[in-house]
């Protein structure tokens, strides 16, 4: 149960459309931060433009709507003036891999003390439902409507191979697991990464046969596999599922961080 002290009751009812996995991310993050006993006065919640990036309205705590894909920017700004502040950018895949995609790369480069927490549904919700670099090959969008032929961004992967210290990722359905994987982002010095694999009933589902949240969550749902799984059928040479893509703790590591708090 998230303190009801954490959210902007002003700013309800949010804008999400029905079945949207962003809230559930939303209560899993501040879950996290509840857990860490951060104070409000000391965090620090950034955001770019997209459907994920209004969270942090939502949040009674400082807070910077930023320009799109400049989330990150913004927050290595906040931590080389205010160290001891507890950084959390919300982005989505637009907003991040797409005209963000430089900023993010040098964000894992660095590897600022932030935790960044990405909403991953495929498209750009907001502004059309346009395809992103994270749309599957096939998958029909509004600028692909034959289906998209472009291979997909792997995005915790480029946040591995840049240097992010810690990286994982979950599902809006694996809410425990999820936000366990936050929590422990935030006690990792350096930039920690979670990507969170989420609906869209709108704007992808609708366009792609899956046309309740249901059908939605649960191709997600069986679409995940653990990593150690994962890891174990490829060394023993059998198949994997088409369409599968991996959960849990991908990296965790020590690399030098910048901006870690005096």
């Known amino acids: 149960m998230i303190a009801p002290d954490w959210f902007r009751e002003d700013r309800l009812p949010h804008i999400y459309c029905t079945g949207c996995g962003n809230g559930t991310v939303i209560n899993c993050t501040l879950a996290a931060v509840e857990e860490m006993g951060w104070k409000r006065d000391e965090t620090v919640f950034v955001s770019g433009i997209g459907c994920s990036s209004r969270a942090p309205g939502y949040i009674l705590a400082d807070s910077l709507h930023t320009t799109h894909g400049r989330a ?68 029909i ?53 979670i990507e969170v694999r989420t609906q869209c009933p709108t704007n992808y589902g609708r366009h792609n046969k899956l046309r309740t949240v249901s059908a939605m969550v649960e191709y997600i749902r069986s679409h995940a596999m653990l990593v150690e799984k994962y890891n174990r059928l490829t060394a023993e040479g059998k198949p994997i599922p088409e369409g599968t893509f991996t959960v849990g703790e991908l990296v965790r590591r020590n690399r030098p961080a910048m901006g870690v708090r005096r």
């Open 72 to 139: 990150l920017a913004f927050a290595t700004g906040v931590k080389m003036a205010r160290p001891e502040f507890n950084v959390v950018v919300f982005t989505g895949d637009g907003d991040l891999a797409a005209i963000g995609g430089n900023h993010f790369i040098h964000a894992c480069r660095r590897n600022v003390d932030m935790t960044v927490v990405c909403m991953n549904n495929h498209i750009y919700g907001m502004t059309g439902g346009q395809g992103s670099p994270t749309t599957p090959p096939g998958a």
């Open 141 to 193: 969008s509004s600028t692909t409507p034959y289906g998209a032929s472009e291979p997909a961004f792997d995005l915790a992967e480029l946040a591995i191979a840049a240097g992010a210290n810690h990286v994982a990722r979950w599902t809006s359905y694996h809410v425990k697991e999820l936000t366990k994987a936050v929590a422990v982002g935030m006690q990792t010095p350096g930039l920690s990464f």
